[in-house]
């Protein structure tokens, strides 16, 4: 079953507002209201859509991370790193690996860019023949990791390969 604030709200005789402030933690709910309607949300199992929430408040608490190939050890790394910090902060990430393929990174690109994401870390494929045009259209913060893109100015993040080798 698919419960609402409104079944919640009608079980607990208060109105939708005052189950959004409980839920939300916010004032102006007392402590035996508070109480009560906790007691139903968890009686009943109740679990907030995220997406119903991302799209009102326009924040989805998430991350869209695109790398070049998931089985490279040092990719899943950085991810981890990133992941453990970003979860820490009540962040979720998306993750997308374009198996080296300019173009799949193009749509991975494209399809982050049409979510609800809050930011996006992406490891750029190594070509010559790029449109950078798409990273300028992308509607959320960016960070380059480990490759920079000629003509691009964009916050980067670069490791010392070479000198830490």
Same mark, same amino acid.
């Given at each position: ?7 919640? #709200?009608? @079980? /607990?005789? %208060?109105?939708? @507002?005052? %189950? &959004? ?7 102006? %709910?007392?402590?035996?209201? $508070?109480?009560?309607? @906790? /007691? ?13 929430? !991302?799209?009102?408040? $326009? ?6 991370? *695109? ?6 050890? #040092? ?9 453990? !910090? ?23 690109? $494209? ?9 996006? /870390? *992406? =490891? #750029?494929?190594?070509?010559?023949? $790029?449109?950078? &045009? %798409?990273?300028?259209? =992308? ?18 993040? =670069? ?5 830490? #080798?």
């Amino acid at each position: 079953m698919n419960l609402t604030l409104k079944d919640i #709200a009608r @079980k /607990a005789e %208060v109105s939708i @507002k005052t %189950v &959004s402030r409980v839920i939300n933690d916010e004032p102006m %709910v007392s402590k035996s209201t $508070r109480s009560k309607v @906790k /007691a139903i949300i968890e009686e009943l199992g109740y679990q907030p859509n995220l997406i119903a929430r !991302s799209l009102k408040k $326009r924040k989805s608490n998430t991350i869209g991370f *695109i790398i070049p190939d998931i089985g490279n050890p #040092a990719f899943t790394e950085m991810v981890k790193g990133c992941m453990d !910090s970003l979860n820490s902060k009540g962040y979720y990430t998306l993750l997308g690996s374009y198996e080296d393929d300019p173009k799949k990174e193009l749509e991975f690109i $494209r399809d982050f860019n049409s979510m609800l994401i809050d930011g996006m /870390a *992406i =490891i #750029a494929s190594i070509t010559e023949d $790029r449109d950078i &045009s %798409v990273f300028e259209k =992308i509607n959320c913060p960016v960070v380059l990791i480990d490759r920079e893109i000629d003509g691009l100015n964009m916050d980067t993040i =670069i490791s010392g390969n070479r000198n830490g #080798a």
